[in-house]
């Protein structure tokens, strides 16, 4: 923290002290010399050796370095400027423009009133793109790789729908009986076996509509026993 910064935030320190609402208006330079943050009065907060120093930097305010405050007339604001910018300034120009008055600027107000806050700005870690964190979050870790592969395989192998039968010469197997397995003509429709006569029609249960095997005794979903209500 700079010896300017310094006196602004103890400035604004002992306004919010006494009178809080003085922080939102105009302050004659004068008093502030003389009753808001005088010298003696503040000389260890401020971390200044002489009155000199207190001088230098209160001018260095009151010039506009930084953008801490306005100063009224703008007029006054130049002269103090061009002091400033001089190889020895005259420190008595402050006591020679006592109708000058200096407003907070709002944005270094509110960084002085919550200091807690400024800190923590800037020593907050660097924000990372929100895209990279949701890659970073997707990409498995190194040992999880291998294991990762194997349930994505086993994935795949579950989303493949089941091939049809096919013969030794690969075509299609011929359709069987479901009861007798007995092979049934091929390219037409088939109500029933042409060698047991059992209709092909595939059975449900007749509380849960399931598919049921031949052969069941009992639905495998909800327990019914195979032509029974």
Not at 184 to 190: I, K, Y
């Given at each position: ?6 006196f602004f935030r103890r400035l604004v320190e002992n306004l ?96 002085a009133l919550d200091p807690a806050r400024e800190r923590a ?70 109500s029933f076996c042409p060698h047991c006569g059992r209709s ?30």
């Amino acid at each position: 923290m700079t010896d300017l910064e310094r006196f602004f935030r103890r400035l604004v320190e002992n306004l919010a002290s006494t009178d809080p609402a003085r922080l939102h208006r105009p302050l004659p330079l004068a008093e502030l010399q003389r009753d808001i943050v005088p010298y003696r009065a503040n000389r260890r907060a401020l971390e200044l050796e002489s009155s000199e120093d207190y001088e230098m930097v209160l001018l260095r305010l009151c010039a506009g370095e930084g953008g801490l405050v306005r100063i009224e007339p703008e007029e006054a604001r130049a002269r103090f400027a061009r002091e400033l910018r001089a190889p020895n300034p005259d420190l008595g120009l402050l006591h020679a423009f006592e109708h000058v008055v200096l407003t907070l600027r709002s944005e270094p107000l509110a960084r002085a009133l919550d200091p807690a806050r400024e800190r923590a700005a800037a020593y907050a870690p660097p924000e990372t793109d929100v895209s990279e964190l949701a890659r970073l979050a997707d990409k498995p870790r190194l040992g999880e790789i291998s294991e990762l592969d194997d349930i994505s395989e086993g994935d795949e192998l579950l989303q493949q729908e089941p091939a049809e039968p096919k013969s030794a010469a690969g075509e299609p197997a011929a359709p069987r009986c479901l009861y007798c397995a007995e092979t049934l003509p091929a390219q037409r429709a088939v109500s029933f076996c042409p060698h047991c006569g059992r209709s092909q029609t595939v059975p449900t249960c007749s509380r849960c509509r399931s598919e049921l095997e031949p052969g069941w005794k009992h639905c495998v979903n909800c327990g019914t026993a195979v032509g029974g209500g």
